[in-house]
């Protein structure tokens, strides 16, 4: 990954947290948060991994983001002074679930 593809996948990081911190209501009951986002190498796409606290809450909030992705987008249009402000795919950040699963493989030994 290229630098210039890391300071736009941080930047989107960083705006998108705000975005949903002041803008969305999260599912009721659920805590969502942006682990990191990966721009492509041409900026003109973005995926942006969610990590949702409860697990089973997973797939109610990822549709809540994608209802409210032409929002999201949007605001981000108008917060970035980017050439091309890359477009959102919203993906389900499962790092937590595999280290979770190593963990009590680990313990179970």
């Not at 721009?39 to 409860?54: G, I």
């Not at 605001?75 to 963990?103: M, Q």
Request: charged share 25%.
């Amino acid at each position: 990954m290229s630098q210039r593809t890391e300071q736009v996948g941080s930047l989107l990081t960083q705006h998108i947290n705000e975005i949903l911190l002041r803008d969305l209501e999260p599912p009721i009951g659920c805590l969502v948060t942006i682990s990191r986002t990966e721009a492509a190498p041409d900026l003109k796409t973005a995926k942006v991994f969610v990590s949702v606290l409860p697990e089973k809450m997973s797939g109610t909030a990822l549709q809540a983001l994608r209802r409210q992705a032409g929002h999201i987008q949007g605001i981000l249009n108008k917060k970035l002074s980017l050439k091309f402000v890359p477009r959102i795919t919203w993906v389900y950040d499962e790092t937590n679930i595999k280290l979770d699963r190593i963990d009590r493989a680990l313990n179970n030994r």
